[in-house]
């Protein structure tokens, strides 16, 4: 019996899978098991082509392929390369265990590649599970960004079948490259950025509150809500905000690569975050995921390690609304069928953005109101209480001026929360001020006299909930890092509760 190694998936990561074979005497036949999806079973016949064009005399036995473990579902033309190269090198003693084999063959034994492959080996990759790997040649130029792997890229079965008779002779076809992005490094670990701003924060005039805590939210990762008059600039805030963001780890570009190519996107390998805008009309298995029979990521797992913009968030359907606050709160999305249960991360920044009113002139000086007391009111009921206390920046957009000038550009927004990013991580800080648990409260939120007092005054004034004390904590954390200050001081603490929504 031989073995190699190939995979599948299991939610969004993948999960090893044994590619065992047994050639015995008995009346000729090619079967495979081990619950193997059709595009599985097909392999059979794409194997049998691919050997036949390439002069191997298909083996007149009992062919038995297994992928083991028996009880997950297989799927994908990856196991084509894996299933043909242990018919064709039955005969050899060498132990090929050690290695990993991906591609779909064609009927002349052409290796190609497929989408499933780059998420499929980055995510063995983050498991330390796969060190040697058979691939697609035309592979090698995405996968060569995984570190610790080392790939072996053949154009032909002809070839993988030279390679692994070889084996020992044999090198890897690229090195590993870096990721080519100016960085800053802490305790050995690089953060990459780009100074690519493709959207500038110097085409917003005037608006200086909320450019303000657009760079409150980008620092610390808050989650924040823009409340304003059609036009006042709302997501064109929003959607600068994504570049200055936070530097990346390596780790985190490659995760946002991996999602990129589980939604059929080309990798770019940019230390971007991701930015996803769902429309209001969208359903909730496309924002959250689902499936009746596998359950599919959707917008919410999308935007891990990014932003997540809802635009005219009032007009999102209130199911959708309340099955957000899990992942704002646990930055993870669990997904229940019968016949999966899947766990995705969700670790992502909430932008919210919605008018005052429903036709949108309620804080408009030059337009009139034509909404009534009610439709105002049930315009704004549609947020629920629980779902605005995960709000930790709430804006009220002022109106637009003639006189209104540009003040910053987004180099120089970005530099500032490069370095208070920067400061955080100085004092042993691993994650971002948004999504600090109790315990990291205590430790790094320090407040002094002064601004204990004044929390506790609030406290009291505003009846804030457990959950609105941390947000107020740690919003105030942020704005010490932006002015580099190791205690939490009064003004700090003042200009955090001045994002509380009212």
């Known amino acids: 019996m031989k073995k190699v190694f190939c995979a599948t998936y299991e939610g969004i990561d993948a999960k090893v899978v044994t590619v065992e074979s047994t050639l015995t005497k008995g009346l000729p036949s090619f079967t495979i098991v081990g619950m193997a999806s059709t595009a599985i079973s097909e392999a059979k016949e794409r194997s049998k082509s691919a050997l036949l064009s390439n002069d191997f005399s298909f083996p007149p036995k009992r062919i038995t392929i297994n992928l083991a473990p028996s009880d ?148 610390g990762f808050h989650n924040i809500l823009f409340e304003g008059s059609p036009g006042c600039g709302k997501s064109m805030i929003a959607k600068r905000l994504r570049y200055i963001l936070p530097p990346m780890s390596s780790d985190e570009i490659l995760d946002v690569a991996k999602l990129q190519a589980l939604d059929l996107q080309e990798p770019t390998f940019k230390p971007y975050r991701e930015m996803r805008s769902p429309h209001h009309s969208s359903t909730l298995a496309s924002i959250f995921g689902g499936g009746s029979h596998k359950a599919q990521i ?82 704004k009921n549609r947020l629920s209480d629980p779902f605005l206390d995960r709000i930790d920046l709430s804006v009220i957009m002022q109106s637009v001026d003639i006189n209104d000038k540009t003040s910053y550009t987004s180099k120089e927004l970005h530099e500032m929360v490069i370095k208070a990013n920067l400061f955080a991580k100085k004092r042993g800080q691993t994650t971002f001020n948004a999504k600090l648990n109790d315990s990291d409260i205590e430790k790094f939120c320090i407040l002094n006299d002064e601004s204990k007092t004044v929390l506790d005054m609030a406290i009291g004034r505003f009846d804030l909930s457990f959950r609105s004390i941390k947000k107020v904590q740690k919003v105030a954390r942020t704005i010490a890092d932006l002015d580099s200050s190791q205690t939490i001081k009064k003004k700090h603490i003042l200009e955090a509760l001045s994002y509380r929504r009212r």
């Not at 980055?122 to 691939?135: C, H």
């Not at 005219?312 to 069928?337: G, Q, T, Y």
């Not at 008018?355 to 408009?364: A, F, H, K, Q, S």
């Open 72 to 219: 997950v579902k297989k799927e994908g033309s990856q196991f084509d390369l894996s299933i043909a190269l242990l018919i064709a090198l039955d005969y050899i003693e060498d132990d090929l265990s050690e290695w990993f084999v991906f591609g779909e063959l064609g009927l002349d034994g052409a290796v190609k590649e497929n989408l499933q492959l780059y998420p499929l080996i980055l995510s063995l990759a983050n498991q330390k599970v796969i060190k040697k790997a058979v691939v697609p040649y035309l592979a090698l130029e995405k996968l060569s960004k995984i570190p610790d792997v080392e790939f072996y890229g053949v154009n032909t079965l002809q070839e993988a079948i030279e390679l692994l008779k070889n084996q020992q002779t044999a090198k890897p076809s690229i090195e590993s490259t870096s990721i080519n992005y100016p960085f800053i490094e802490m305790e050995n670990q690089k953060y990459y950025y780009t100074q690519e701003y493709i959207d500038d924060f110097s085409d917003v005039k005037g608006q200086e509150v909320a450019k303000r805590s657009a760079l409150i939210s980008a620092t």
């Open 298 to 379: 959707g917008e919410v797992g999308l935007a891990h390690r990014g932003i997540l913009f809802f635009d005219e968030l009032p007009h999102f359907s209130k199911n959708v609304l309340e099955a957000l606050r899990e992942p704002m709160e646990d930055n993870k999305i669990r997904i229940s069928r019968v016949n999966s249960k899947v766990e995705y991360p969700a670790d992502f920044l909430f932008i919210g953005a919605m008018n005052p009113c429903p036709c949108g002139n309620l804080l408009n000086k030059n337009k009139e109101c034509r909404c009534s007391d009610l439709e105002i009111k049930r315009y």
